[in-house]
């Protein structure tokens, strides 16, 4: 025969309890109130014992904010005492700086007891502080400079919303993992675009980034800018980021022969060979790269229109600029253009060298 529960007389199942009296006295998590949260009033990081919390996504609704700032605190505050369990809560009532949820959980109290749901009722008072971040940023401390600039030229608009857009995706996935992933101040002059980086680390990676996706060159320099408390000197690294002369669609000569350049990236420099209709890549280690030259930019190139194509025949061309006429060998890669096309061209050295379309 079964021993009774000793708490309320029903049969027992497990340590002399019941499955009710033994899940009220073993709870699936534990968890006090009031729970105090303390959240930076500018960018919504929460303080825990083991510093401030980034939210790790970006929103300007305020619910969402309030939301995963509960979210952070209930996980640092909520003690799991069971298995399998899953929290949620739901908002109840909400002031001026106080918000009552309520806590549902549900799990197992012991492996051989069935899974059972707890509820909790829970008052989150909400005070208000600046991270450790924000104070850095409103304090303009920066530990890198990186500067891009163009080789003898200026930055196309192109180029600077990629390295725009590039800057911007790198801090955001650095975001909630480097206390000092920000960028505090971007300017732009006619000798290209300034960056001032809250983290070195972070502006390694911006700079690694656009070394590799421009093909550029790179300079590094350090400056004495004061010493620790410790009296450790500290220093503020600059990084030049020099794009090439040339940039995607424009002219160069690769050993003395007229290319396009059609691709740039960490693959190299793709080139379209305007003599022979040929395909290539170089990267900065092979033989070619150090005979490549700048020849002229992508505006340099003119619109031609066909006006005669005949079999054997020179093909007649245009310039819709112009009106000037000229003849090109019919050997040129054309065969899939009739009479009436427009093409794109790059006159070179008396030479009406056709590009790709």
Not at 48 to 62: E, N
Not at 136 to 148: D, F, R, T
Request: charged share 25%; with cysteine; net charge negative.
């Amino acid at each position: 025969m079964t021993a009774p529960c000793y708490e309320c007389g029903a049969e027992a199942v497990l340590e002399g309890l019941c499955s009710r009296c033994y899940q009220n006295k073993h709870p699936l998590v534990q968890v006090r109130s009031p729970l105090s949260l303390i959240a930076c009033r500018r960018c919504g990081a929460v303080r825990t014992s083991d510093g401030w919390i980034k939210l790790q996504t970006f929103s300007s609704d305020p619910d969402k904010i309030t939301d995963r700032q509960i979210e952070i605190l209930l996980e640092q505050e909520t003690n799991i005492l069971g298995l399998e369990v899953e929290t949620s809560y739901v908002e109840e009532k909400k002031l001026d700086r106080v918000t009552h949820i309520r806590l549902n959980v549900s799990g197992k109290s012991h492996s051989s007891l069935p899974t059972h749901d707890e509820s909790y009722p829970l008052e989150i008072r909400f005070e208000f502080s600046t991270c450790a971040s924000c104070t850095m940023m409103s304090g303009g401390y920066h530990e890198a400079i990186l500067q891009v600039r163009a080789d003898d030229r200026i930055l196309t608009e192109t180029e600077e919303d990629v390295i725009h857009g590039l800057v911007t995706d790198l801090t955001i996935a650095e975001y909630g993992n480097d206390a000092r992933a920000f960028v505090i101040e971007t300017s732009r002059d006619k000798y290209g675009l300034d960056f001032k980086v809250g983290s070195e680390h972070l502006c390694r990676r911006i700079a690694d980034q656009l070394e590799s996706g421009f093909l550029a060159q790179r300079k590094e320099n350090y400056k004495l800018i004061g010493q620790d408390r410790g009296g450790k000197k500290k220093y503020r690294i600059t990084i030049l980021i020099r794009l090439q002369r040339f940039s995607q669609n424009d002219f160069v000569l690769v050993e003395g022969t007229p290319c396009q350049v059609v691709s740039m990236g960490k693959g190299g420099l793709g080139c379209y060979n305007l003599l022979d209709g040929c395909s290539f890549t170089i990267n900065q280690k092979s033989s070619k790269w150090r005979s490549l030259e700048f020849l002229a930019e992508a505006s340099e190139r003119r619109q031609y229109m066909i006006v005669s194509k005949v079999q054997n025949q020179p093909i007649q061309l245009m310039d819709s600029v112009t009106f000037e006429m000229h003849e090109i060998d019919s050997s040129v890669f054309l065969s899939n253009v009739a009479a009436g096309d427009t093409i794109y061209a790059l006159s070179y050295s008396g030479r009406i060298l056709p590009l790709p379309s």
